[in-house]
Structure formats: C-alpha cells, structure tokens
C-alpha cells in the first residue's frame, strides 16, 4: 500500500454543486481504500477541503490536490494508467496484468474516473479502460471495487497516522475514541 509505488486518483470533470458529493466521495473512497493521493479539478476546492478535513481528523497518510490540467496529468503520468469506464475490458480480465505491472515491474498507477462525458483521447492515452462490470453506475463504486481488486482485500488492514479520533469497532452502537493522549 504506502510502501508501494503510488495509486493516485484522478477526478475527470466536476459540476460545481451538482457533483459536489460524489467528487468529495471519490476522494473519500480513495483514502479509505489505499491510494496514496486523490486529485480534483481546480474547480472542486470545497471537496478538498472536506477530503483534507477527514484526513486530518481521521488520519493518513493521504494527499488531496486541485489541478488546473486533467488531461495533462493524463498525458504526463510517468506509470501507468487505468480509466474505469464501463465500456472498458472487464475487471476480472485484466486486474492481474496491473497488479503485475503495479507490484512487480515498480510502475505508479494513476485511476482516473469521470463525471460526464468523458473526452475520447482519455481512452486512447489509458493503457487499460476497465470495466467493474458493463453496466452503467458510479464513479465511487467503480473505484471501490477496482482498488479492492489491485490490493486483493489488503488495505482493509491499513493503520492510520496523526489521526486525532479513531472509531472503535463494535457490535452495537457507536464508540469514537480521542488518540491524542497516547
Ligand atoms: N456517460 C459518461 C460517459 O459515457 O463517459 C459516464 C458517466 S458515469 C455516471 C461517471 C463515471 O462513473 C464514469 O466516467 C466512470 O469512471 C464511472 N463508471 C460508471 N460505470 C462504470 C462501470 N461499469 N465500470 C467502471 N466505471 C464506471
């Protein structure tokens, strides 16, 4: 996960109030889930600053950044890249050539998910347009999945750094427990 090369998150597109959940969702999902860094067009700023306020309460290590320029991280990511679309190839067919890729040969992956239409080129320039079935759905469910598949369940174990809270599991009922005595 963190000792890994990198899994950053890249948000395509963002409609300022309409999309304001589901953007904030999508970073949300993408530190509860282990990847490293989420990015947001520069439009998006109240979802970084939700995204960054749960990182500070509930721990990292995780980075959340705007960008005036997708497309361009797109174009100059120096790993690999995995467009979730549900037009992709599926899943359960390609999932081990990224881990390979991700685990093996060293290479950074970037995830891009979109809003709405997505423009063309970001399919050509993906090096796998992935499909968590070919159904349509979401973003957040797309990128739920993927990640589970590239970690194979591993980063449900992840531990938290500077967290100020930590949510005590439990059977029943809700227990929230402060860190910053120890
Ligand atoms: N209609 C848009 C298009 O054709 O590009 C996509 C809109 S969809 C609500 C928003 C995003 O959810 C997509 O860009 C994609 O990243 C993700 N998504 C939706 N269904 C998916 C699926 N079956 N597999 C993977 N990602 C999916």
Same mark, same amino acid.
């Given at each position: 996960?963190?000792?890994?090369?990198?899994?950053?998150? !890249?948000?395509? @597109?963002?409609?300022? *109030?309409?999309?304001?959940?589901?953007?904030?969702? %999508?970073?949300?999902?993408?530190?509860?889930?282990?990847?490293?860094?989420?990015?947001?067009?520069?439009?998006?700023?109240?979802? !970084?600053?939700?995204?960054?306020?749960?990182?500070?309460?509930? @721990? *990292?290590?995780?980075?959340?950044? !705007?960008?005036?320029?997708?497309? *361009?991280?797109?174009?100059?990511?120096? @790993?690999?890249?995995?467009?979730?679309?549900?037009?992709?190839?599926?899943?359960?067919?390609?999932?081990?050539?990224?881990?390979?890729?991700?685990?093996?040969?060293?290479?950074?992956?970037?995830?891009?998910?979109?809003?709405?239409? %997505?423009?063309?080129?970001?399919?050509?320039?993906?090096?796998?347009?992935?499909?968590?079935?070919?159904?349509?759905?979401?973003? %957040?469910? @797309?990128?739920? %999945?993927?990640?589970?598949?590239?970690?194979?369940?591993?980063? !449900?174990?992840?531990?938290?750094?500077?967290?100020?809270?930590?949510?005590?599991?439990?059977?029943?009922?809700?227990?929230?427990?402060?860190?910053?005595?120890?």
């Amino acid at each position: 996960m963190h000792d890994e090369p990198e899994v950053a998150v !890249l948000r395509l @597109g963002h409609r300022p *109030g309409r999309d304001e959940r589901m953007t904030t969702h %999508v970073g949300l999902t993408a530190r509860a889930l282990g990847a490293d860094r989420v990015l947001f067009p520069d439009n998006a700023g109240q979802s !970084l600053e939700t995204v960054a306020d749960i990182t500070d309460r509930f @721990g *990292g290590p995780f980075a959340v950044e !705007l960008t005036d320029s997708p497309q *361009g991280i797109i174009r100059n990511w120096g @790993g690999r890249v995995v467009h979730l679309t549900m037009y992709g190839e599926r899943v359960q067919d390609v999932e081990s050539d990224v881990r390979a890729a991700h685990r093996d040969d060293g290479e950074s992956l970037l995830i891009v998910v979109g809003a709405e239409k %997505v423009p063309f080129d970001v399919y050509e320039e993906a090096d796998w347009n992935v499909g968590v079935t070919n159904q349509p759905h979401s973003e %957040v469910a @797309g990128l739920g %999945v993927f990640l589970d598949r590239l970690f194979e369940g591993r980063e !449900l174990e992840s531990e938290w750094t500077d967290a100020d809270r930590e949510v005590i599991p439990m059977e029943t009922g809700k227990r929230v427990e402060s860190t910053d005595e120890e």
